[in-house]
């Protein structure tokens, strides 16, 4: 049966030898790093960033006046406003004749619950503290 394996050939095959493991050299022949060998390392520096929150909010504002007063222009009667209780802003679409809100974004279901979730919170602080 070796033979049909080998394909004929009736050559032994050799048997692998043992590796053998060199013995690791003795612990006291390393020696324990020192506080000069070890890498330096620093810490990184401090980088201060401010922002503005003030001066993108009254950006902010302005942009939207110019996007409004753009809008007023093209014949649309499209309305864009901030909605702190949102934090973003808020458009809606009224019909030209009646002044009635055909669309808005975020729906006023949205809006509705933002602000009370605003109201819960401020209700919620009070009676904890």
Do not use: C, W, Y
């Not at 922002?51 to 110019?66: F, N, P, R, Y």
């Not at 949205?110 to 503290?129: D, P, Q, T, Y």
């Amino acid at each position: 049966m070796l033979s049909e394996l080998t394909g004929g050939n009736s050559a032994p095959v050799p048997t692998p030898t043992p590796v053998r493991n060199k013995p690791a050299a003795p612990a006291a022949a390393a020696a324990p790093p020192t506080p000069e060998d070890a890498p330096k390392v620093q810490a990184p520096k401090p980088v201060d960033i401010k922002v503005d929150t003030q001066a993108l909010k009254e950006k902010l504002m302005e942009s939207i006046q110019h996007l409004n007063q753009a809008m007023r222009d093209g014949g649309r009667n499209l309305n864009f406003h901030m909605d702190d209780a949102v934090g973003a802003p808020v458009v809606t679409v009224k019909n030209a004749d009646t002044g009635e809100v055909v669309r808005q974004l975020p729906n006023e279901v949205v809006v509705r619950i933002a602000h009370n979730i605003e109201e819960f919170k401020g209700l919620l602080h009070n009676k904890l503290s």
